[in-house]
Antibody, heavy 120, light 108 residues
Framework: QVQLQESGPGLVKPSETLSLACSVSGGSISSYYWNWIRQPPGKGLEWIGYVSYIGNTNYNPSLQSRVTISLDTSKKQFSLRLTSVTAADTAVYYC??????????????WGKGTTVTVSS | EIVLTQSPGTLSLSPGERATLSCRASLSVSSSHLAWYQQKPGQAPRLLIYGASSRATGIPDRFSGSGSGTDFTLTISRLEPEDFAVYYCQQFGGSPLTFGGGTKVEIK
């Protein structure tokens, strides 16, 4: 079955750029939308954005000026870049597969999550 | 932005009892684009219900979803020990995609 695995630094300094990757195994990139979601400590889920299988992107307006999500189909991997980070960006970051159609709009496969702390 | 408001914030129940969780949207949401997730401590969310009422693969039939428009409900008919967790609703009908704030179902 499809599995997702996040990777990247667990510690980022304030004002620097957070970069994470999500590797897709056991299935195809095609026909799905590939998402990043984050969860600050003790809080709820916040959608960051997605890249579609054909490279279209959609971002949360609250983060749009700082976020880039990209797709590398040859590596079966998609990536998150978040610039100018502050302590408020400290969170568990999840990648997830979104089924997006007229009949569905839900995330059926999730990575285990990776903790990113912003601190000097 | 469509805001999803979940209530109650915390539900204290005993195993075997029925749990009813509410998700209210600030604007109408297509039923096709309303989902529910379960999250246990230290774990990623797990899809329970999609399309407002369809159970995801492997989800027991004690979980059911209903509703339309702006009011949606997740019902757990008889709580099992493994059901004590936080539950989130999520909509994809309007951009951005949003989650509710969550309902924690705790053991009474």
């Amino acid at each position: 079955q499809v599995q997702l695995q996040e990777s990247g630094p667990g510690l980022v300094k304030p004002s620097e750029t957070l970069s994470l990757a999500c590797s897709v195994s056991g299935g195809s990139i095609s026909s799905y939308y590939w998402n990043w979601i984050r969860q600050p400590p003790g809080k709820g889920l916040e959608w960051i954005g997605y890249v579609s299988y054909i490279g279209n992107t959609n971002y949360n307006p609250s983060l749009q000026s700082r976020v880039t999500i990209s797709l590398d189909t040859s590596k079966k991997q998609f990536s998150l870049r978040l610039t100018s980070v502050t302590a408020a960006d400290t969170a568990v970051y999840y990648c997830a597969r979104l089924i997006a159609s007229l009949d569905r709009g839900d995330m059926d496969v999730w990575g285990k999550g990776t903790t990113v702390t912003v601190s000097s | 932005e469509i805001v999803l408001t979940q209530s109650p914030g915390t539900l204290s129940l005993s195993p075997g009892e029925r749990a009813t969780l509410s998700c209210r949207a600030s604007l109408s949401v297509s039923s096709s684009h309303l989902a529910w997730y379960q999250q246990k401590p230290g774990q990623a969310p797990r899809l329970l219900i999609y399309g407002a009422s369809s159970r995801a693969t492997g989800i027991p039939d004690r979980f059911s979803g209903s509703g339309s428009g702006t009011d949606f409900t997740l019902t757990i008919s008889r709580l099992e020990p493994e059901d004590f967790a936080v539950y989130y609703c999520q909509q994809f009908g309007g951009s951005p995609l949003t989650f509710g704030g969550g309902t924690k179902v705790e053991i009474k």
